[in-house]
């Protein structure tokens, strides 16, 4: 049975979505804002978890693939005191694969594979309810009608506006990113004190942590809190004396900046900060715990575009099951459903999907947000009974 689909947004859950359904017959067009695959940086690891991500996968037909690809390794977790005393030196067990770290270009790489996604397409609306179905107009003045518009286009998502008046708010911590390539031979030092996995420093309302990502490459995470234009008065903002206004990207501004707001903390750490050659501005931001909307046919969301949450390791997984459930509802109903059915079938598979999506993100999003209220905190000492609490020694 035949179904015009389009998803909006070619990141890990909307590629999931489409890849179930290529896997089972169903085509399906992807939307991408992205001029090409490499039009910017990918983003840095992510650990794939047994009961969410690694099931999607699965449901994609590409566990052996991600297998090659994916590191158990990476699983290790290291946590320093801010003098560099060493806290906690978790390290997986043999054969442990709970949770295999990836990098996100390669997973995005792999879910891509034979699918056809339209890059260049920047969807400015979505309008349910046109004749001949949800028209979907883009930048270059083009509009298509589909039977179902999925929006998988992230935290500013364009199709939300179709079901819910409901934008991201910041949540006062801002990330600072930067990056180290080739560690283990340019870095020895800083090779060894982050081990296999990630690293991770807790002091007060701030953190460093470094993460491996494959090939050498380390992503480094300043977290701090302070109001989102910080940087236009850093010494009211952050209590640093002469500290002028700066661009949050230049490393030269950004260097001295860091060094003053984690004085005193061990200069291995600040080494990780200070070896960075650029850096990128991350403010995170998040939708409202619990956000829903009222079900309105041929259109629906998931990933980011409708429960934005703190990166603390879920959203990708979220994203990649909902699009790998949506995938199996809908695969079902378009190989048995009649002509005459299909269309208030593949409707009551969507609000059934998105009762359950909501309900589970809903539980994941009061857990993330009361984990970066420890992890970047007033009393570090909480950020690390987190991790106990995850991961006993």
């Known amino acids: 049975m035949r179904h015009r689909i389009a998803v909006v947004g070619a990141g890990l859950g909307g590629l999931t979505l489409a890849r179930v359904l290529h896997r089972h017959g169903h085509p399906v067009t992807v939307l991408e804002r992205d001029t090409a695959p490499d039009a910017r940086p990918p983003g840095g690891t992510l ?26 390794e990476g699983q290790a977790m290291r946590i320093l005191g801010t003098d560099g005393t060493v806290l906690r030196d978790w390290r997986p067990r043999p054969g442990e694969r709970a949770n295999p770290e990836i990098d996100r270009g390669q997973l995005r790489d792999l879910l891509r ?37 999925v929006g998988a286009d992230g935290a500013w998502s364009r199709v939300r506006g179709a079901l819910s008046p409901a934008t991201p708010r910041y949540t ?26 990630a690293l991770a420093v807790y002091g007060v309302n701030r953190a460093v942590v470094a993460q491996r990502n494959s090939g050498g490459h ?15 008065d850093p010494a009211r903002h952050l209590g640093l004396t002469r500290q002028p206004a700066l661009d949050p990207t230049d490393p030269d501004a950004v260097r001295p900046l860091l060094e003053a707001l984690f004085d005193g903390w061990a200069a291995p750490v600040l ?54 459930e949506l995938a199996q509802a809908l ?14 079938e593949v409707d009551a598979a969507v609000r059934a999907f998105e009762e359950r999506m909501q309900a589970r993100a809903a539980t994941f999003a009061e857990m993330t947000a009361a984990g970066l209220d420890r992890l970047v905190g007033p009393d570090p000492a909480t950020a690390i009974a987190l991790f106990d609490d995850l991961q006993p020694a």
């Open 47 to 72: 650990d794939l978890h047994e009961n969410l991500g690694q099931t999607a996968i699965a449901q994609a037909g590409l566990t052996t693939e991600f297998e090659r690809l994916a590191r158990p």
């Open 113 to 149: 594979g034979p699918l056809d996604v339209q890059w260049g397409t920047n969807v400015t609306e979505v309008a349910p309810g046109a004749p001949g179905g949800v028209l979907v107009r883009s930048a270059d003045g083009s509009a298509h009608t589909y039977d179902l518009v």
């Open 172 to 197: 006062g911590v801002t990330l600072l990113e930067t990056s180290l390539d080739d560690v283990d031979t340019a870095h020895p030092d800083l090779a060894r004190l982050i081990g296999d996995g």
């Open 218 to 232: 380390v992503k480094v995470y300043a977290q701090f809190r302070a109001p989102l234009d910080w940087h236009t």
């Open 271 to 324: 080494d990780l900060l200070r070896r960075g050659t650029t850096f990128a501005h991350r403010p995170m931001h998040v939708l409202p715990v619990g956000h829903t909307w009222d079900h309105v046919p041929g259109v629906t969301l998931l990933g980011d575009a409708a429960h934005l949450m703190p990166p603390l390791g879920v959203g990708a997984n979220l994203a990649m099951i909902e699009g790998a």
């Open 331 to 344: 695969t079902e109903v378009l190989t048995e459903a009649r002509d005459a059915e299909v269309d208030a």
